[in-house]
């Protein structure tokens, strides 16, 4: 696969497909947007346009496709939809995978990658993930809010593959930080593990991490919390390095800390949030290694989200 006549497909323009799409597209690479009509229409009349601490952009008339208008396949589909929209997703780039193409995902957790193997076969599915805060504001800009706009990627198996060197070939001088790796899925487990020891912690107390450990048994929910996740990890063969466990401890269990999980803003503004992606798959998968029992810290903060998915739903019939 070579990085001259590499064409992209970017799923979804919205604030992560558009920062890592939209630099890609500044820095003159081949990409197409699979959108919907109405962004579609969006693009068409005001264009790209990224803001952000580390250059902004406008690109006017952005290359886009509707998914009922695909013909064409593709040697790279970045897949950035929130897990709740994999299933239409998939449904709308199917199209556009063929025998070279390589579908790089950015979701997090896990669960994505077994879905997308069932689906297209194992060898086309990279293991992935990115590492930034961005939002679409009132204007349909995206907006990055902090100084992490990095994207890592290799092969499950840890192979150093020349698709995968190509593709990092392809993303080199791009304005984000771009990184091959060859122990991605430890990477993801470990992010994993951060992303859902704060978004049970967050989402149950409905407050910030500073507030929670202020608070009377915070620090001991939220350190318990973390255990269960790393006791999940090992089990299933990606034990959590003793740095990476450092660093969430850290920013876990940080005073005054304002940190949130994106799931806890979600459900602010009623929003549909990703409860079985995040902490649903884990909280199954330490069942099966008998980690997560009654007293499974996981299965409290589970049942306080689908409790709210449950009631989002009623109030919206």
């Known amino acids: 696969m070579g990085t001259e006549d590499m064409h992209i497909l970017v799923v979804g323009a919205g604030a992560i497909g558009g920062y890592f799409g939209g630099r890609l597209v500044e820095a003159g690479r081949d990409v197409t947007f699979l959108v919907r009509p109405r962004r579609a229409e969006e693009l068409r009349s005001s264009g790209l346009t990224i803001r952000s601490r ?24 970045l897949l950035s939809c929130k897990a709740f929209d994999l299933s239409s997703a998939i449904k709308s780039f199917a199209p556009a995978v063929g025998p070279a193409t390589a579908i790089l995902p950015l979701l997090n ?11 297209f076969g194992d060898a086309r599915v990279l293991g992935g993930q990115c590492l930034i805060a961005a939002t679409l504001d009132e204007k349909r800009e995206v907006v990055h809010l902090n100084e992490n706009h990095d994207l890592s990627f290799g092969e499950r198996d840890g192979t150093l593959s020349e698709r995968v060197k190509a593709i990092g070939s392809l993303m080199e001088d791009v304005r984000f930080k771009v990184r091959v790796s060859q122990q991605i899925l430890l990477e993801m487990w470990e992010k994993w593990m951060f992303l859902a020891s704060a978004a049970c912690s967050t989402c149950l107390m409905r407050a910030a991490i500073g507030d929670i450990c202020a608070s009377p048994g915070g620090t001991d929910y939220v350190l318990g919390v973390l255990g269960e996740c790393r ?35 979600d459900i602010e503004r009623n929003g549909p949030i990703e409860a079985d992606h995040i902490v649903g798959d884990l909280l199954e998968r330490g069942r099966l290694h008998g980690i997560s029992g009654s007293d499974s810290l996981l299965k409290v903060a589970y049942t306080h989200l689908k409790s709210y998915e449950a009631r989002r739903a009623r109030t919206a019939s």
């Open 231 to 265: 006791g999940i990890a090992a089990a299933e063969g990606y034990p959590v390095r003793e740095e990476s466990f450092r660093r969430s401890r850290e920013m876990l269990t940080a005073a005054g800390s304002p940190l949130t999980a994106s799931m806890l803003r």
């Open 54 to 77: 580390f250059g902004d952009v406008v690109i006017p008339e952005p290359k886009t496709v509707l998914a009922e208008e695909l013909r064409e396949t593709y040697g790279l589909v």
């Open 109 to 119: 957790g896990m669960r994505h990658l077994e879905i997308l193997a069932e689906r």
